[in-house]
């Protein structure tokens, strides 16, 4: 079993990701690792921390000689902004934020929950997510994230292959696929700046090369379209998560919903093993498993909770009403969570391929897959 766990605050010594299960014998480049963190530290409305951090990844167990050893691997991101042991704590709760709920729950302060409930922690989220792409790129499997909506503002993908939309979103500020849209809605984003206010907006998320039978039918815990959602919400502020058509199928008859099946033997031999949709409305999922088409999931991320303008709350210590406190913050932070849900979707899918194929060794599992593959086609 593949799995993973963080530890850090957000203005600790360090981040910490543990990745148990990881197969022996696949490669890691630590750059590739390094470009996602750069990534994720980016995109248009950032705040002032993102100038004071480089993240890159120490891999401190796990590999030798640039392998995996089937040990588990920890992934260490070293905060340059550590300062905790200085800080003070938060008097008045920020609405949106963990502040609240956690000092009442835990009978402390606001900074011991702020600390932990901070995005901070995705950068190594990340890290173990793009580790995880180095297992799916030896199955041919592509993971591709990309910003559709920033504050109600549509940014309706431009048509093209994987490599040219790759290309013009790794052009564009917001990470979207279509430049043309970047300077009105990067406008939008300097109005909130201005204003005091925050954004949020839309995510997809694209998986290619998936085969059949990710996932089972069989036990809620293991359906693939479940873990995916749980991974995806747990992403700090997302509020809304969507498989294939999502929340629009149940607006619709059964006849404009469900994909017809098809068969094209020339397709026979690639991951789909010539079962064609002409749609692909179940964002490649059914009954919890992949089903040889695309894996397609949209997130829904809410505007930043602390706003320069900040909103009416109650000073915890003398219970009057007074403004949130505000210290520094991200206008809109879309495009970096466009990053995390990439990778935390990367992850879930690599948990996925190792439950079906074995998690001791890649070859093995190479192996495993060429034989489901050959016994699937001759079903
Ligand atoms: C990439 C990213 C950056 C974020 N930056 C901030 C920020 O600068 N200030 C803030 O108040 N919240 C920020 N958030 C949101 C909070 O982390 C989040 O709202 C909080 O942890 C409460 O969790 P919830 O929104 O899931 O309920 C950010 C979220 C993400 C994904
Ligand atoms: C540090 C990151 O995001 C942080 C996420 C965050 C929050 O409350 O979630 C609050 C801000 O922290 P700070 O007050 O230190 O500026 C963001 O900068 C990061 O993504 O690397």
């Not at 990881?22 to 996602?36: K, L, S, W």
């Not at 068969?263 to 949709?277: F, N, P, Q, V």
Request: contains cysteine; glycine residues 12%; proline residues 4%.
């Amino acid at each position: 079993m593949l799995r993973y766990w963080t530890a850090g605050e957000s203005h600790g010594k360090t981040l910490i990701a543990l990745v148990d299960g990881f197969p022996a014998g696949v490669t890691i480049d630590t750059d590739v690792i390094d470009v996602e963190l750069k990534r994720r530290q980016g995109g248009y409305g950032r705040g002032g921390r993102q100038r004071i951090e480089t993240d890159k990844v120490d891999v401190r167990t796990g590999v030798w000689h640039g392998m995996t050893l089937g040990s588990p691997i920890a992934l260490e991101v070293v905060n340059r902004d550590y300062k905790l042991e200085r800080l003070d704590d938060l008097p008045r709760p920020r609405p949106g934020h963990g502040d609240l709920t956690g000092a009442i729950k835990f009978l402390g302060s606001i900074r011991g929950i702020l600390e932990r409930a901070s995005a901070r922690e995705t950068a190594v989220r990340v890290a173990a997510g793009a580790l995880a792409k180095q297992l799916l790129s030896a199955f041919d499997i592509t993971v591709f994230g990309y910003v559709t909506e920033v504050g109600g503002e549509e940014i309706k993908p431009v048509e093209g292959t994987l490599d040219e939309l790759r290309a013009i979103r790794d052009k564009s500020e917001l990470y979207g696929l279509n430049l043309e849209r970047d300077p009105a809605i990067k406008a939008l984003i300097d109005r909130a700046g201005k204003d005091g206010d925050t954004l949020g907006g839309i995510i997809e998320v694209r998986v290619d090369g998936v085969p059949f039978g990710l996932g089972t039918h069989a036990q809620w815990d293991r359906k693939l379209d479940g873990r995916l959602a749980q991974a995806v919400m747990a992403v700090q502020a997302i509020k809304g998560v969507e498989i294939g058509m999502g929340f629009e199928a149940a607006r619709r008859p059964g006849s404009q919903v469900h994909d017809p099946i098809h068969y094209d033997a020339s397709k026979k031999e690639t991951s789909s093993l010539g079962y064609t949709r002409p749609t692909n409305n179940a964002g490649g999922l059914e009954a919890g498993m992949t089903n040889g088409q695309p894996i397609v999931i949209r997130a829904a991320k809410k505007p930043i909770s602390t706003l320069a303008k900040p909103l009416e709350s109650i000073n915890l210590d003398t219970k009057e009403p007074e403004e949130a406190s505000y210290e520094r913050s991200d206008v809109c932070a879309i495009s970096a969570a466009s990053v995390i849900v990439e990778n935390v979707v990367a992850f879930e899918v690599a948990c996925a391929v190792v439950d079906k194929f074995g998690g001791d060794n890649l070859p093995e599992m190479l192996g495993r897959y060429e034989l489901f593959l050959k016994m699937a086609r001759d079903r």
